[in-house]
């Protein structure tokens, strides 16, 4: 048995337990500890349209994912003498804690020149506060959620209400419409025919088009397929795993089951591509995928002999016909040992006996296949020295290379 048989014997490239894969992934890279937050923000010095927008362009780049922005309300200061504001609202949803957010926010309050002073009000160029934070209910000298004086304020009240109508007020148990009824402080608010944008709309991929995403092993492409999903609201379509007829039988030997075992999995591919795509979400606006049919060529070019093979390309050949092209396809090339390191933090058993020579081989052989082809626009994302799950600058740059043309 080759080197290369050997290593399959015990982890087959494919055979890797998707639901349990699946679940990990999303809840490590997507969910795990994220909250919605609404943050009231507030300007009434110097430009306070570019005010509110560097606000939220900055909680995009430093907090998370923005889901809905109010129109822009403009009212009298409120108990001190100064210009009008404008004031608006978002919703986010961030990993980062109450006081992390809080924090976060108070530095692009001093970068904006904004000095709280706690003798009173004054007027400010900017003015950002977490107004509530899911179920939240947190008393502490720094920091009151939900906000103290939310339910006093129609300022802070009818952006709220233009994204979360239905929010009930955590304490008072009241929807925000009915506190925004209650509310009457002599002093009306006036629309402004100015919209807020979404930092992300300048990333999405246009309505109706595949975003491919695949890389090797460990390299990260269902974290960031879950991600940009979840980021756009885009239709997610993950390669499911099913256990295979043919994968014991491979096990106990490789030479004669190879062949077939390849083709079951062409085949389902093949199937779930196929079938995924022509059910897409009428509300999703563009298609993002952790794998594409092609990857068969990848890891059948390693276990296939060299006339088998050429029989299975003929075969993949004629099913590539009828399968939808990515409109981008994205390679997410990491180094061998952050490959290595990464699949030995998961600490996954059935990843144990994958070798590094095994990784090199895949690593070589999806660079020769995407250099060559030209079914599909493709670009190769370096991810050697970026930490696009934990860090949301480096989540961005990612971002910004696959809207590049």
Avoid at 85 to 112: D, G, H, W
Avoid at 297 to 312: G, W
């Amino acid at each position: 048995m080759s080197g290369a048989l050997q290593t399959y014997k015990n982890v087959h490239p494919h055979h890797i337990p998707y639901r349990e894969y699946r679940f990990l992934f999303v809840i490590l890279a997507v969910v795990k500890n994220t909250k919605t937050y609404y943050i009231a923000l507030g300007s009434n010095l110097g430009d306070r349209y570019v005010n509110l927008q560097q606000a939220v362009d900055y909680c995009f780049s430093n907090l998370g994912s923005i889901d809905k922005l109010s129109r822009i309300y403009e009212c009298e200061a409120k108990g001190f003498e100064g210009p009008a504001f404008y004031n608006a609202c978002i919703s986010l949803r961030s990993k980062f804690s109450p006081k992390e957010v809080m924090t976060k926010l108070l530095l692009f309050e001093q970068k904006l020149g904004r000095e709280r002073h706690f003798e009173g009000y004054k007027s400010r160029t900017i003015d950002l506060d977490i107004i509530l934070s899911d179920e939240d209910i947190i008393e502490s000298d720094d920091l009151q959620v939900p906000h103290s004086k939310m339910h006093l304020r129609d300022f802070v009240l009818q952006p709220l209400a233009d994204i979360a109508p239905d929010l009930n007020h955590p304490t008072l148990k009241v929807p925000i419409t009915e506190l925004l009824s209650t509310v009457t402080n002599g002093s009306g608010l006036d629309l402004v025919s100015l919209w807020l944008k979404n930092p992300a709309a300048q990333y999405a991929m246009p309505d109706g088009q595949f975003l491919a995403i695949e890389g090797n092993i460990g390299a990260g492409k269902t974290s960031l397929a879950n991600l940009i999903s979840d980021e756009f609201n885009a239709h997610l379509v993950l390669e499911r795993f099913s256990e295979n007829p043919f994968l014991p039988k491979f096990y106990k030997n490789p030479k004669r089951y190879a062949f077939s075992l390849e083709m079951s999995f062409l085949a389902e591919r093949y199937h779930q591509i196929n079938e995924d795509l022509s059910q897409l979400d009428l509300f999703s606006r563009f298609v993002v995928s952790d794998y594409f049919i092609f990857k068969s060529l990848i890891f059948s070019k390693v276990t296939l002999s060299e006339d088998e093979f050429a029989l299975y390309r003929k075969l993949f050949d004629i099913l590539n016909k009828d399968t939808p092209k990515p409109d981008m396809y994205v390679y997410l090339h990491q180094s061998i040992d952050r490959l290595k390191e990464n699949i030995d933090k998961r600490g996954r058993d059935y990843e144990s006996s994958i070798e590094v020579d095994y990784l090199k081989r895949i690593n070589d052989s999806y660079l020769e296949y995407l250099r060559t082809q030209q079914n599909f626009p493709v670009k190769i994302i370096d991810l050697s020295s970026v930490d696009f799950v934990e860090n949301r600058h480096d989540y961005i740059k990612i971002l910004k290379e696959i809207s590049t043309v």
